[in-house]
């Protein structure tokens, strides 16, 4: 082929590529940013690029928006859906990318460079947004703050597992237990190919949790490692939850015409991530706990409202562990232990009540440790106090094993009465089940925000 063709083929290759392109990122120094995040407390959204223009909204810091345009220092956003507005660019910056933080108590600083004053901490597993760089340092957007941090010690939002490795089970049946001790109390059993994430390792020990929710220690030679793979497929959890809060993650990745979009998703917002829930299933195996006027047991009550907990709190990033996956007996030594074992941020047992006074009604939140538990007890009023289907009893004091020999903040949660007959048809309905793992979820949120 002569070069006067090659020379033709390319510039039509241009073409369709530039022509491909939505206009707004055609300008050169918009090319890699499709996102605004609002970098102050509040700021006005404005009718046009101007102080004189009307405001239409007010927007916060750490909100992310479409990104239009940049013109004479404002911002052309979709602030809504289909609602267009302009904030002074002073006020907020382009998105660069979003990335998690990979260390606890990393320092944000007001300045790039070790020197920097420290204005603020972040956790590990705090989703920031980077609007800057510069050398080994990135300037990042947080809710809280505006600040800079080493660079080091964020990795890519778009892998949410991280360094997560995970492995699957060679032998027929292995035991998980509550230590890395073959006379360790065993909490349960996994099968052959069952998939788990592996948490930490100790002499010939792993200590895993499975997707189901199990967590223990387990003989690390019965585990085949398979590297960089996650337990869980995470765009399962993504196409299924309908958070309120979700917004679009657009990157724009390499230059010219070789730039291509590398993820366009709904994500739901990981206000849990880096967070570890324990729940507690009361009750199991020989426990049946109490019974229904109707005839369902505890036990599955606890079950049932377990499992849907379990799979809305991972929407927001949480790692939940269940102190029992199966209808098993559990000691309670062994569902506070697994409490400890993985430091858990949130420990919430789930109970139904029982009394003999048959009028007896409602929910009642307990907590026995007055600083600690009662701190989580209290994100439960809101939520609890909103629910129609049942009344609030309020938060007391309860001298329950599961929260008094436990080290972690710690919340027993009686659900309703099943003594009572209309309680217990209630508590039975899956309306109620629904709206009841929803208040819980609100109230975890809260108390972690
Ligand atoms: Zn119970």
Redesign the pocket.
């Known amino acids: 082929m002569r070069p006067r063709r090659w020379f033709a083929i390319l510039v039509c290759l241009c073409c369709l590529v530039t022509a491909a392109w939505p206009a707004e990122v055609k300008g050169e120094n918009k090319k890699k940013e499709r996102l605004a995040v609002v970098t102050v407390d509040r700021v006005n959204v404005r009718q046009g690029p101007g102080v004189p223009y009307r405001p239409l909204a007010n927007v916060h810091r750490g909100e992310t928006y479409r990104l239009i345009d940049i013109k004479d220092g404002w911002l052309k956003i979709e602030w809504k859906k289909n609602k267009i507005g302009w904030i002074a660019a002073s006020y907020a910056a382009p998105v660069r990318e979003m990335e998690i933080v990979q260390e606890d108590r990393l320092r944000l600083r007001q300045e790039p460079g070790l020197d920097g004053r420290i204005i603020g901490h972040l956790a590990q597993g705090d989703q920031v947004i980077v609007i800057k760089e510069k050398g080994e340092w990135k300037q990042i957007v947080t809710k809280k703050a505006v600040g800079w941090v080493a660079a080091s010690y964020l990795a890519d939002a778009e892998s949410p597992t991280g360094s997560r490795q995970t492995g699957v089970v060679t032998a027929d049946s292995l035991n998980v237990r509550v230590a890395p001790s073959l006379d360790a109390e065993r909490i349960g059993r996994l099968l052959h190919g069952e998939r788990v994430e592996i948490v930490e390792t100790k002499r010939d020990w792993y200590k895993i949790v499975t997707r189901s929710g199990l967590g223990g220690w387990v003989a690390a030679e019965y585990i085949e490692m398979k590297n960089g793979q996650a337990v869980g497929n995470p765009e399962e959890a993504v196409a299924e939850s309908a958070s309120p809060a979700a917004v679009d993650l657009v990157t724009i990745q390499g230059n010219g015409p070789r730039q291509y979009v590398k993820k366009w998703t709904r994500t739901p917002v990981q206000v849990l991530a880096g967070k570890t829930i324990v729940l507690d299933a ?2 199991g195996g020989k426990d049946g ?2 019974e229904s006027v109707n005839g369902v047991t ?1 036990k599955t009550l606890t079950m049932e409202t377990a499992e849907r907990l379990k799979e809305k709190l991972e929407t927001y990033g949480a790692r939940v562990v269940l102190t029992r996956v199966n209808d098993d007996y559990v000691p309670l030594s062994a569902r506070v232990a697994t409490a400890r074992l993985y430091q858990a941020d949130a420990f919430i047992s789930l ?2 009540d029982s009394a003999e006074d048959e009028d007896a009604s409602g929910i009642t939140a307990y907590y026995y440790d007055r600083f600690a538990d009662y701190g989580l007890a209290q994100s439960f009023q809101g939520p609890f106090s909103k629910l129609s289907a049942l009344p609030f009893r309020g938060l007391a004091f309860g001298n329950y094993y599961v929260l008094r020999e436990n080290e972690r903040p710690s919340v027993l949660l009686e659900l309703g009465y099943l003594s009572n007959r209309s309680d217990a048809e209630v508590v039975a309905t899956d309306s109620y089940q629904e709206t009841v793992t929803t208040a819980i979820v609100n109230a975890v949120r809260h108390y972690f925000q």
């Open positions: 009361g009750h706990g109490a505890e109970h139904y």
